[in-house]
């Protein structure tokens, strides 16, 4: 490690004995989901997904949110299950994208997770009081004692250059890839078909029948990717032999309007776009566009969780039309931030399906 590297992990290793000392339990099931990276993982359809899947099978969950960026301190509701009750300003645009697509679930925005979900469990009524808390971004929230750990990694870029902050993308070494319980590659192709349990694989049991023979049955751009990928699933076996090792994908499913009009993805075949966004990852972004069909003529890239100003749109709203693009594209996140600004009537968000093999849910879920 480099110096800046050393007192980074010296840092945050401090943090992490204080919070260790004062861990503590919520009376019922609690959930991970996190990554060893600053963003660009797809936490957050994961958390949606979770969510949605644990509620189809029973459970009351309610997600538990820092609320990254929102103003409002909390413990304090950003939806109730029922009704939203911030705006992005005060929750964040995760926190506020997330309660707006769960209907039935309550999101909680607050630093301490713990008094979080006191207030959870104390305010909501008995008929729909939690039994189930879905921590997000929390593998490095110490203080809350969680069931599961659930560790995402980004499938086209996993660990940057394997630098801690701030010479790199890493929150902790790769090596913490060691505790959690079950890892899930994120923004791999087929990742809704496809499922690796490496521990069954190294003990001798057949692979998942849906997985491709390796080196067979595919071009060589695909075939470089699986095998990039079966690098990484093996490096992550060395670092953790117990934990099951899941391939998710990301896909687009369609297009909404800032009217509140949904369009299939087949609409945006053939059709001329210029994206823009301020996430974590644009690359990704760019790539899930390409996917759709779109004729992209470019993607402009601001950094993540970016405050846009009508400044901002404005420029936006020029250079698409000096790229002659007919429509303007942008992330389901980059909405959260801009619905008080005056937006361009061709600007829509390209919504994101997180999309896993159902057996991911039965390793998180069952008990």
């Known amino acids: 490690m480099t110096p800046l590297e050393l007192l980074y992990f010296f840092g945050s290793s401090l943090k992490k004995y204080q919070a260790l000392q004062r861990r503590k339990r919520l009376p019922c099931r609690v959930i991970s989901i996190g990554n060893l990276t600053l963003g660009g ?16 099978r029973g459970w009351k969950p309610c997600i538990l949110t820092r609320g990254y960026r929102g103003k409002v301190p909390g413990p304090c509701f950003v939806s109730n299950g029922e009704t939203l009750l911030l705006n992005e300003e005060q929750a964040g645009d995760e926190a506020l994208l997330i309660a707006g697509k769960l209907q039935g679930v309550p999101v909680v925005k607050g630093k301490d997770r713990y008094r979080s979900g006191l207030f959870a469990l104390s305010s909501l ?13 929390g593998f490095q929230h110490w203080m809350l004692s969680r069931d599961k750990d659930v560790l995402l990694v980004d499938g086209t870029n996993p660990f940057g250059n394997r630098r801690l902050f701030p010479l790199g993308p890493l929150r902790e070494p790769v090596k913490e890839a060691g505790r959690a319980d079950i890892i899930v590659i994120t923004k791999t192709e087929s990742g809704d078909r496809q499922l690796l349990l490496l521990n069954n694989q190294k003990s001798g049991d057949t692979p998942h029948p849906s997985l491709p023979p390796r080196g067979g049955g595919m071009g060589g751009g695909d075939r470089k990717e699986e095998t990039s990928l079966n690098g990484l699933m093996e490096d992550l076996q060395r670092v953790n032999p117990r934990a099951p090792v899941f391939r998710a994908g990301h896909r687009a499913t369609g297009f909404l309007s800032t009217r509140g009009e949904s369009y299939p993805l087949e609409w945006g075949s053939g059709k001329e776009f ?25 993607v402009k890239a601001f950094r993540d969780h970016y405050r846009f100003s009508q400044g901002d749109i404005e420029e936006i709203r020029r250079e698409a039309e000096e790229k002659s693009a007919q429509w303007i594209v942008t992330t389901e996140k980059d909405i959260m931030r801009l619905k008080n600004f005056a937006l361009p009537e061709n600007l829509v968000s390209l919504l994101i399906e997180f999309t896993v093999d159902d057996r991911f849910y039965d390793a998180v879920l069952n008990f």
């Open 41 to 56: 993982t797809g936490k957050t359809p994961a958390v949606i997904s979770l969510a949605r899947e644990a509620k189809n």
């Open 125 to 137: 009524p008995a008929n729909r009081r939690p039994d189930l808390f879905i921590l997000d971004d």
């Open 274 to 298: 210029f994206g823009f966004c301020g996430i974590g990852s644009p690359r990704s972004f760019e790539k899930s566009l390409i996917a759709s069909g779109l004729r992209l003529k470019r």
